[in-house]
């Protein structure tokens, strides 16, 4: 009888570790966003998947790549961006139906996206598009993340979208032309495609580049 109990348990207990292990697969982020303001922000984000949903703050900055301090035209920039440990700071955390109130978020999101040239603009504000991919990690510990030793969840995550960039620019008597950045948000969708706009201003932003080019090579001796 005992072991007939025994076996009985067994067998319970691989199904439930099989069925956890099931639920461990990667989650696509269909909607929602990533958004940093300001050169030294840290994200703010809210992001919705499959029975998943995570919303919450970082603590401090990450690798935010498309800060410029400030930016020329001409200036090749960066629309990749990388957030670790404490730069996804806390939030509440719904996955497979069980919910995490006000958690630590350990973990990693990286933005993968295209670079693109600053054009040449006399627009005080100026945004710039860029599709983007996301690959990463979330991990909910009842602990800071540097001793993160009470593991409540893990789950990989993964997704695509476009960025927004934003940057506000003005005339230095000595540099000319110039742009601070000021926000990127990365938005979720998963039918982006590169805005039409996006892509024209690309293209006229290397003409530019290389009519300079061209110019300062034949001026040159």
């Known amino acids: 009888m005992l072991k007939s109990f025994t076996q009985l348990f067994l067998l319970t207990f691989a199904m439930a570790l099989a069925s956890s292990v099931a639920r461990a697969d990667p989650i696509v982020i269909t909607s929602g966003a990533v958004s940093v303001t300001g050169s030294f922000g840290a994200p703010v984000y809210s992001l919705t998947g499959a029975n998943f949903s995570a919303v919450g703050s970082g603590y401090e900055f990450g690798a935010t790549g ?14 990749s961006s990388n957030y670790v440990g ?4 806390r939030g509440t955390v719904t996955i497979n139906g069980s919910t995490f109130d006000n958690v630590f978020i350990a973990g990693f999101l990286t933005f993968t996206g295209p670079n693109i040239v600053m054009p040449a603009s006399d627009e005080t504000y100026l945004t710039l598009t860029a599709p983007f991919t996301l690959s990463g990690s979330l991990v909910g510990c009842l602990e800071p993340h540097l001793v993160c030793q009470t593991i409540l969840f893990t789950t990989q995550i993964s ?6 960039i934003q940057y506000h620019s003005y005339v230095d008597q000595q540099w000319g032309r110039l742009f601070d950045f000021r926000s990127v948000t990365y938005t979720f969708d998963t039918t982006t495609v590169p805005e039409p706009a996006s892509i024209a201003m690309l293209l006229s932003s290397l003409a530019a580049l290389g009519a300079v080019k061209l110019k300062r090579r034949g001026s040159s001796p």
């Open 66 to 79: 498309p800060v410029c301090l400030p930016c020329a035209v001409g200036d090749v920039i960066n629309t």
């Open 86 to 89: 404490m730069s996804l700071g």
């Open 159 to 164: 997704g695509s979208g476009l960025a927004t």
